[in-house]
């Protein structure tokens, strides 16, 4: 069973940085596309970013590029979301999910493991 466990976030002031962590256990992390989701209050879930694990090729969201970074530790099974530059916008809580089949869909119906979430919030 994948199991997908997100930390870090909390109270950020705009214009800072934070950092979320994903760890993955469960299944061998090798072809797989990891992503990081966000849901804002009383809005949809929308696509953040996305890595391919054994490739290492990134995707964002235009709301986030320049600003975020997804990376992976394959030592340590897990990814993490650089957030820099802080809006108040980025406010949501954040899940990290994960895919085990080719392509990196950038709607939430494309994976099939979550974390439980973690939420950010961005004072302005």
């Known amino acids: 069973q994948v199991r997908l466990v997100e930390s870090g976030g909390g109270v950020v002031q705009a214009g800072g940085s934070t950092r979320l962590s994903c760890a993955a256990s469960?299944?061998?992390?090798?072809?797989?596309?990891m992503a990081w989701f966000r849901q804002p209050p009383g809005k949809e879930c929308e696509f953040v970013a996305a890595?391919?694990?054994?490739?290492?090729?990134?995707y964002y969201a235009d709301s986030v590029k320049g600003r975020f970074t997804i990376s992976r530790d394959n030592a340590k099974n897990t990814v993490y979301l650089q957030m820099n530059s802080l809006k108040p916008e980025d406010t949501a809580v954040y899940y990290c999910?994960?895919?085990?089949?080719?392509?990196?869909?950038?709607?939430?119906?494309?994976?099939?493991?979550w974390g439980q979430g973690t939420q950010v919030t961005v004072s302005s």
């Open positions: 469960g299944r061998t992390f090798s072809n797989v596309a």
């Open positions: 999910a994960a895919r085990f089949l080719m392509g990196v869909p950038t709607t939430p119906h494309g994976y099939d493991y």
């Open positions: 890595i391919i694990w054994s490739g290492g090729g990134t």
